[in-house]
């Protein structure tokens, strides 16, 4: 059920929303299908879809507008990532949403939250508190939006953007079926992305798609990640790997371990031996995927990357049996794309 102080949007419309009005105009039954083919078939804008007459192209898009209104978008130099930062027709507070293209694929990476109760000490988004949950249909707008900027197919989301996406359950679950189901994508190209949210990684379990999980560790021990990601101290390491081996026993995916590198603070060779070990005891299906992410600079927060030799050093030291170590790439740093950071930006200049 839709909340009743919802309005209906473009993609925030189910098929039966799109029946009935297309009904009350009187128009032939086949309309519906047209315009559901074109919106998420097709993955059209609503007014690139043809087949509709222009006068009900007009009428649809003022019935049902978007959702969300594009404030900033910017493109790295290589072209290869862009970024958004969107204002809600709701009330306008504002989301992120990010497209990154290789030529294997195209990610669009994804807000569950306008803002973040979460509080981790290096996120721009953390700092900035929660303003509200995302609706279903802002999630699936986010990823239509980058794909009508993209020139390929957008073959992955992952929820990684702004928020925490198991403390939006319900609205966030709807989205990957949504996504699954109206625009194709299949659940292991669908990454969800937590903190530790134990009960939600639980209920994760018990869902038929096997979405891919991805937990942001960020520390081998719980002294440590209890001042990066405070959520730790409700639930520890010991309760995050035990739930997330749970999803990967449920689904049969491997779990990927978010890890942020950060100069002087959880980049030793000491906790990388200590992170190998945590994770190479784990058992999880298919072992621990940990990716490595140089910290991009926040805003607030004095931490940096590590040079890439020590990241590497890291990487090396980390792996073993069971661990499988990637680096990944900074991307669209001259577009200040990571998490929360184009919105922090913004509020700073308008004071
Ligand atoms: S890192 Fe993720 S969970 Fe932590 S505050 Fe930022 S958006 Fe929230």
Redesign the pocket.
């Known amino acids: 059920m839709r909340p009743a102080d919802t309005p209906i949007t473009r993609y925030g419309a189910r098929r039966a929303d799109l029946e009935a009005i297309l009904g009350d105009w009187r128009e032939p039954r086949f309309r519906a299908e047209q315009v559901w083919a074109g919106l998420y078939g097709a993955r059209l804008p609503l007014d690139a879809i043809t087949t509709l007459p222009r006068p009900l192209r007009d009428a649809l898009a003022e019935t049902l507008p978007e959702a969300l209104h594009a404030a900033t978008v910017l493109t790295a130099a290589d072209e290869m990532t862009t970024k958004w930062l969107w204002r809600t027709r709701r009330d306008g507070t504002e989301v992120e949403t990010v497209l990154m293209r290789s030529e294997r694929r195209a990610t669009a990476c994804v807000s569950s939250q306008a803002g973040?109760a979460?509080?981790?000490t290096f996120?721009a988004?953390?700092q900035a508190g929660l303003d509200r949950h995302l609706d279903t249909g802002e999630i699936v707008e986010q990823v239509l939006r980058a794909q009508h900027a993209c020139p390929q197919r957008v073959s992955n989301v992952v929820f990684m953007g702004?928020?925490?996406p198991l403390a939006n359950y319900g609205p966030v679950w709807a989205a990957i079926e949504r996504l699954h189901g109206d625009l194709g994508l299949s659940a292991r190209q669908i990454t969800v992305s937590t903190?530790g949210v134990v009960p939600g990684m639980r209920r994760l379990a018990t869902e038929a798609l096997p979405v891919t999980l991805a937990v942001?560790l960020h520390a081998p021990d719980d002294a440590l990640r209890s001042t990066l990601?405070p959520l730790n101290h409700r639930y520890p390491i010991a309760e995050v790997l035990d739930a997330a081996a749970e999803v990967a026993a449920a689904n049969g995916r491997r779990v990927t371990f978010e890890y942020a590198v950060i100069h002087g603070v959880n980049d030793g060779l000491d906790h990388a031996g200590a992170l190998g070990a945590l994770l190479g005891a784990w058992p999880g299906v298919g072992g621990a995927h940990v990716n490595l992410i140089p910290l991009n600079p926040t805003t607030g927060f004095s931490g940096r990357a590590p040079s890439p030799a020590r990241v590497r050093a890291f990487a090396e030291r980390a792996a073993r049996p069971g661990v499988t170590v990637t680096v990944r790439r900074n991307r669209g740093v001259d577009i200040d794309a990571a998490?929360?950071q184009l919105r922090a930006r913004a509020r700073a200049e308008t004071g």
Do not use: A, L
């Open positions: 973040c979460m509080g981790c996120c988004t953390g702004m928020g925490e903190v942001s990601v998490c929360g």
